[in-house]
């Protein structure tokens, strides 16, 4: 199996879409085929050994439209981006031919009315003059829905321009009948023409679509502005000499770069591919990848992200991915795979498109046939025509088509800027239905990362001391226990002493001889089978630091019991915060950790969270995860990403945090680039207002096309003497398309 993009062009509805996503599956090969039509792309997914791009491309033309297999003409080295350049080349021809339309409009307008506009030139009022003027507008500004049309006659299929088509090709025809052969109509309507309703008509809908066109390159300017990052030249080092300054490179180009190349990063520069630091060091703003906006310091061992800008010193980094394995490459394409998406709403919205316009031709026919036989008699025949006509027009479902994708494109896009990936329209939807939301605790709601919390004396030893005769013994253990202690002694210049006769007894403690004494660590059962007194002081201390969520060491020295050293995995800085935030939001929250109960929920209080699943294996978070959506909640997991991936799969959404890494990508519907917990409640805050702006869409879509409908065919006109003109209706079918749009651009405002 394998995916391919095919770039379209000359789609003008929703229906435009369905019609080709259609003509995509039928063909040999392909599996599957989704078309966006905001995007003006198809996504198909096919079997290399059947399928035949060529064909694709052929079957889409018959249809009336345009298509271009991805890859199938490399772009030339510093050629513009597709995307841009198609709708650079979409919008150009728009406004030419809008400018044209409505320079012949205008006059075709006025000598259409002789009646209002007397002071217009004679010739002007001429039909033939009018017909001349109107046959580039019908059949040159608006050829694109004229072959849309025949090639869904040809296919037994109709959308937009078939009912442009129909409607404006009806009152041209007619109007170059009253023309030319006047004596074969009845008297009274051999002086009513319509060249202004066909032009003005297919001017104002032009002018339509290259007001959307404008409109949706904003709406997909996220995508444009990642791409934009990235630099476009590194300094590459010829031979790594000791000193920064001493650093003899080359300019070469970013494609250039391979995996292991050392690059030298200058001051104000643009950081080229991940990499890690090994010499140097610097202050980096992470924040057009992260969201982030205080620079993270970096030092050697340190990963940099390539796009990232490097603000203060220099230093050298040797590359570690590059091209699309970076990670601003995977923010991209994870972004414009959500973008391309649909949502289970658009899926209803092209159930409605695909009957929909055929129920609109039946309606137009069904109006003129009772205006025919019902309207006033010394005009049926102009009434019917025009009622006809309106109904066409207005009818017309392009805002149908733009509903769903163009919110989704602004709100994954505005989610990609603050550091939230979200994969797309099912995500956003799941996430706005979540009410209860569990988080792992090591890596998500603290740092992963044992630390030293307090000592705790009893005995004369200093707090120095105690720490140095133990982070001397645990350097010779492999335990996460120990590492915390001989850090902490490294951050706090505490030296650090050779050790003899060190043992080790599995899960129980340690022992070694510093300086002529024995220093024994571990447990009080450890301690005190070494003969080494408990008394109640000490285990009321125990007892405290255990509640408090922190594990206690205890330490013998030559002995006599010295004192305590807690160690606790911290918690994150704001994960209080996040917590806090959620429960307002009306949400239920638990934490799940393998800890012991005591141990877990003395962490859970401290953050705010009530409900803890306690001493529960890393297979076992899964079932956890079902138990709750069998009592009818709908379970968000919060976890890094790494041994949480079948609880990530379980879970009705699943938000991957942990910086960003592959596995996070992997396994998460939403991805959180920093491991900032607050950006939970910012994504789901995200979803559901992307997810109001879909449904506000549809509503207007639906409702504008549901009222007007039958103001159009002249249902209110009897009662209050109303109809709508097709002018106006053309008016109002174009401004409807970017009404969404920009209803969708909305959410680039939203603070989350």
Same mark, same amino acid.
């Given at each position: 199996?394998?995916?391919k993009?095919?770039?379209?062009s000359?789609?003008?509805c929703?229906?435009?879409?369905l =019609?080709?996503?259609?003509?995509?599956?039928?063909?040999?090969?392909?599996?599957?085929?989704?078309?966006?039509?905001?995007?003006?792309?198809a996504f198909?997914?096919?079997?290399?050994?059947?399928?035949n791009?060529? &064909?694709?491309?052929?079957?889409i $033309?018959e249809?009336?439209?345009?298509?271009e297999?991805?890859?199938d003409h490399?772009?030339?080295?510093?050629?513009?981006?597709?995307?841009?350049?198609?709708?650079?080349?979409?919008?150009?021809?728009?406004k030419?031919?809008?400018?044209?339309?409505l320079?012949?409009s205008?006059p075709?307008? /006025?000598?259409?009315?002789?009646?209002?506009?007397p002071?217009?030139?004679?010739?002007l009022?001429?039909?033939?003059?009018?017909?001349?003027?109107?046959?580039?507008? %019908?059949f040159w500004?608006?050829?694109?829905?004229?072959?849309?049309?025949?090639?869904?006659?040809?296919?037994?299929?109709?959308?937009?321009?078939?009912?442009?088509?129909?409607?404006?090709?009806a009152?041209f025809?007619?109007?170059?009948?009253v =023309?030319?052969?006047?004596?074969?109509?009845p008297?009274?309507?051999?002086?009513?023409?319509?060249?202004?309703?066909?032009?003005?008509?297919?001017?104002?809908i032009?002018l339509g679509?290259? /007001?959307?066109?404008?409109?949706?390159g904003k709406?997909? %300017?996220?995508?444009r502005?990642?791409?934009?990052?990235?630099?476009?030249?590194?300094?590459?080092?010829?031979?790594?000499?000791?000193?920064?300054?001493? %650093?003899?490179y080359?300019?070469?180009l970013?494609?250039?770069?391979?995996?292991g190349?050392?690059?030298?990063? $200058?001051p104000?520069?643009?950081?080229?591919t991940?990499?890690?630091?090994?010499?140097?060091?610097?202050?980096? #703003?992470e924040?057009?990848?992260?969201?982030?906006?205080?620079?993270v310091?970096?030092?050697?061992?340190d990963?940099?992200?390539?796009?990232?800008?490097?603000?203060t010193?220099?230093?050298?980094?040797?590359?570690?991915?590059?091209?699309?394995d970076?990670?601003?490459s995977?923010?991209?394409?994870?972004?414009?795979e959500?973008?391309?998406s649909?949502?289970?709403?658009?899926?209803?919205a092209?159930?409605?498109?695909?009957?929909?316009?055929?129920?609109? +031709?039946i309606?137009a026919?069904a109006?003129?046939?009772?205006?025919?036989?019902?309207g006033?008699?010394?005009?049926?025949?102009?009434f019917?025509?025009?009622?006809?006509?309106?109904?066409?027009i207005?009818?017309?479902?392009?805002?149908?088509?733009?509903?769903?994708?163009t919110a989704?494109?602004?709100?994954?896009?505005?989610?990609a800027?603050n550091?939230?990936?979200?994969k797309?329209?099912?995500?956003?939807?799941?996430?706005?239905?979540?009410?209860?939301?569990?988080?792992?605790?090591t890596?998500?709601?603290?740092r992963?990362?044992?630390?030293?919390?307090? =000592?705790?004396?009893?005995?004369?030893?200093?707090?120095?001391?105690?720490?140095?005769l133990a982070?001397?013994?645990? $350097?010779?253990?492999?335990?996460?226990?120990?590492?915390a202690?001989?850090?902490h002694? $490294?951050?706090?210049?505490?030296?650090?002493f050779?050790v003899?006769?060190f043992?080790?007894?599995?899960?129980?403690g340690?022992?070694?001889?510093?300086?002529?004494?024995?220093?024994?660590?571990?447990?009080?059962?450890f301690?005190e089978a070494?003969?080494?007194?408990?008394?109640?002081?000490?285990?009321? &201390?125990?007892?405290?630091?255990?509640?408090?969520?922190?594990?206690?060491? +205890?330490?013998?020295?030559g002995? #006599?019991?010295a004192?305590?050293?807690a160690?606790?995995?911290?918690?994150k800085?704001?994960?209080?915060?996040?917590?806090?935030k959620?429960?307002?939001?009306?949400?239920?929250?638990?934490?799940?950790?393998?800890?012991?109960?005591k141990?877990?929920?003395?962490?859970a209080?401290?953050?705010?969270?009530?409900?803890?699943?306690a001493?529960?294996?890393?297979?076992?978070?899964a079932?956890?995860?079902?138990?709750l959506q069998?009592?009818?909640?709908i379970?968000?997991?919060?976890?890094?990403?790494?041994?949480?991936?079948p609880a990530?799969?379980?879970?009705d959404?699943?938000?991957a945090?942990?910086?960003?890494?592959?596995? !996070?990508?992997?396994?998460?519907?939403?991805v959180l680039?920093k491991?900032?917990l607050?950006?939970?409640?910012r !994504?789901?805050?995200?979803?559901?207002?992307t997810?109001?702006?879909i449904?506000? #869409?549809?509503?207007?879509?639906?409702?504008? #096309?549901? !009222?007007?409908?039958?103001?159009?065919?002249?249902?209110?006109?009897?009662?209050?003497g109303?109809?709508l003109?097709?002018?106006? !209706?053309?008016?109002?079918?174009?401004?409807?398309?970017?009404?969404?749009v920009?209803?969708?651009?909305?959410?680039?405002?939203?603070k989350?």
């Amino acid at each position: 199996m394998a995916s391919k993009t095919v770039y379209l062009s000359g789609m003008t509805c929703a229906s435009c879409a369905l =019609t080709i996503e259609r003509t995509l599956k039928k063909q040999k090969g392909v599996k599957n085929a989704s078309v966006n039509f905001a995007l003006r792309k198809a996504f198909v997914d096919y079997d290399e050994k059947e399928a035949n791009t060529e &064909d694709w491309v052929k079957k889409i $033309k018959e249809r009336g439209y345009d298509a271009e297999v991805e890859n199938d003409h490399p772009q030339e080295e510093g050629e513009k981006d597709r995307e841009e350049k198609a709708r650079e080349k979409e919008t150009s021809e728009l406004k030419r031919k809008f400018l044209i339309g409505l320079i012949l409009s205008i006059p075709i307008f /006025f000598g259409s009315y002789p009646m209002w506009f007397p002071w217009m030139p004679e010739i002007l009022t001429d039909f033939r003059i009018l017909l001349l003027l109107t046959i580039p507008v %019908q059949f040159w500004v608006g050829l694109q829905f004229l072959r849309g049309m025949i090639a869904g006659f040809r296919h037994r299929s109709a959308d937009m321009n078939t009912l442009i088509g129909i409607g404006t090709l009806a009152a041209f025809f007619f109007s170059a009948g009253v =023309t030319f052969f006047p004596e074969i109509f009845p008297e009274k309507l051999r002086g009513d023409i319509y060249y202004d309703t066909s032009a003005v008509i297919i001017t104002l809908i032009i002018l339509g679509r290259y /007001f959307e066109a404008l409109t949706r390159g904003k709406a997909s %300017q996220a995508i444009r502005a990642l791409v934009g990052l990235q630099p476009k030249t590194a300094h590459r080092i010829r031979n790594h000499e000791s000193g920064i300054m001493n %650093q003899e490179y080359d300019e070469v180009l970013i494609e250039d770069i391979k995996v292991g190349d050392l690059l030298l990063v $200058k001051p104000g520069e643009k950081i080229p591919t991940d990499g890690v630091v090994v010499e140097g060091g610097s202050a980096v #703003n992470e924040s057009m990848v992260t969201g982030e906006s205080m620079p993270v310091s970096k030092k050697i061992g340190d990963t940099v992200i390539g796009a990232s800008i490097n603000e203060t010193g220099s230093f050298i980094f040797r590359a570690a991915k590059v091209g699309k394995d970076t990670m601003l490459s995977g923010i991209i394409k994870l972004v414009e795979e959500a973008q391309a998406s649909k949502a289970p709403i658009q899926k209803l919205a092209d159930l409605v498109t695909s009957y929909f316009v055929p129920a609109v +031709l039946i309606i137009a026919v069904a109006t003129f046939a009772a205006w025919y036989v019902w309207g006033p008699a010394e005009s049926a025949f102009t009434f019917a025509l025009l009622n006809m006509v309106g109904v066409l027009i207005i009818a017309c479902p392009c805002a149908l088509g733009l509903a769903t994708p163009t919110a989704i494109m602004v709100g994954t896009g505005k989610g990609a800027q603050n550091g939230i990936l979200i994969k797309g329209g099912e995500a956003l939807e799941r996430a706005y239905k979540i009410n209860t939301i569990i988080f792992d605790k090591t890596g998500t709601l603290t740092r992963g990362e044992p630390e030293v919390t307090d =000592t705790v004396l009893h005995s004369d030893k200093s707090p120095e001391v105690l720490i140095s005769l133990a982070a001397s013994v645990e $350097k010779r253990s492999e335990h996460p226990l120990a590492s915390a202690i001989v850090e902490h002694a $490294k951050q706090k210049n505490i030296p650090i002493f050779e050790v003899s006769e060190f043992k080790s007894i599995s899960g129980q403690g340690i022992q070694g001889r510093v300086d002529g004494d024995i220093i024994q660590i571990g447990r009080q059962s450890f301690l005190e089978a070494n003969n080494i007194k408990i008394n109640a002081n000490v285990s009321r &201390d125990i007892d405290r630091l255990s509640g408090e969520g922190k594990t206690p060491v +205890l330490v013998g020295i030559g002995g #006599n019991f010295a004192g305590i050293i807690a160690i606790a995995d911290a918690l994150k800085e704001h994960s209080a915060e996040a917590i806090k935030k959620i429960k307002q939001q009306s949400i239920e929250t638990y934490m799940i950790t393998g800890d012991h109960q005591k141990t877990a929920e003395a962490i859970a209080k401290k953050v705010g969270i009530e409900n803890v699943m306690a001493e529960v294996l890393p297979k076992d978070k899964a079932q956890k995860v079902k138990e709750l959506q069998e009592k009818g909640k709908i379970v968000a997991m919060v976890g890094d990403g790494i041994n949480d991936a079948p609880a990530l799969a379980q879970a009705d959404l699943g938000i991957a945090i942990g910086s960003g890494t592959d596995v !996070a990508i992997e396994t998460g519907d939403i991805v959180l680039v920093k491991s900032d917990l607050r950006d939970v409640i910012r !994504a789901i805050i995200l979803s559901r207002r992307t997810v109001r702006t879909i449904w506000q #869409n549809l509503f207007f879509s639906f409702f504008y #096309n549901g !009222a007007l409908i039958p103001v159009a065919a002249g249902l209110l006109f009897p009662f209050f003497g109303i109809l709508l003109n097709p002018i106006l !209706a053309g008016a109002a079918m174009a401004l409807s398309s970017v009404s969404v749009v920009l209803n969708s651009l909305r959410l680039q405002r939203i603070k989350i």
